[in-house]
C-alpha cells in the first residue's frame, strides 16, 4: 500500500507535523511526505501546455509526485488554517493538479489514476472556520481520484492546546489509520 501525504504546514515540529507523524508511523506499506514550504514544486503559470498535452510544462519535483499519485492508494491533505484556507504553498502545489483537470475536460482522456481514499486533517486556532478549506481540499482529492473521502479532522484552538494533548484528535487520527489501512473498503 503506498500513501502520499501533503504537508501545509511551515512549522517542522509544529502541530500539523505532529498528527502527520502519528499516521506516518501507523500506516501500512510505503509513505511519500511532501513538505508544501521545503519542496522544489512551483505553482501553475497558467502557461496552458497541458490544454493539449499530458504532463506538465514545468520540470520541478512534481513530476516524481505525479507518479506517486497515479499509484498510490491514499493520499492525505494536512494544512494549518490561514485566513479560513489551505496555506499558500499547500495551494500552489494543488494548483499543478490542474493538468489532470485539462486531461478530464480539454482533452477529453481517461485519466490513468487508481481509485484511492482520502483524508482531510486541518490545525488551527482561529475562528474556527473550516469550511473553505475543507471544500478546497476535497476538490484537490477529487483531481487526484480520491472518491472515499473520510470525515474531517480538525483540532481547533491550537493556540491555547497543542494537538497532541487533545484526546479526541488522536482518538480521530487513530480511526483514520483505520479507514487507511482497511484495504477492503475501497
Known sequence: MKTLILNGSPRVAGDTVSLINIIASGLEGNTKIVNAYYCDISPCVDCRYCWKNRGCAINDEMQDVYKYIEECDNVVI???????????????????????????????????????????????????????????????????????????????????????????????????????NNKDEK
Not at 94 to 123: A, D, H, M, Y
Not at 146 to 164: E, G, K, Q, R, W
Request: charged residues 20%.
Open 78 to 180: 494536512a494544512s494549518p488554517i490561514y485566513f479560513s484556507e489551505l496555506t499558500g504553498k499547500l495551494l500552489d502545489i494543488g494548483s499543478r493538479l490542474q493538468t489532470n483537470f485539462c486531461g478530464q475536460f480539454f482533452r477529453e482522456e481517461e485519466l490513468n489514476i487508481k481509485p484511492k481514499k482520502g483524508v482531510v486533517i486541518l490545525v488551527g486556532g482561529g475562528d474556527g472556520k473550516i469550511d473553505k478549506a475543507y471544500e478546497t481540499a476535497c476538490t484537490l482529492l477529487h483531481h487526484m481520484n480520491c472518491f472515499d473521502i473520510h470525515d474531517v479532522v480538525y483540532s481547533h484552538n491550537t493556540n491555547l492546546v497543542p494537538a497532541l494533548d487533545d484526546e479526541q484528535i488522536v482518538e480521530s487520527i487513530n480511526g483514520i489509520l483505520v479507514f487507511l
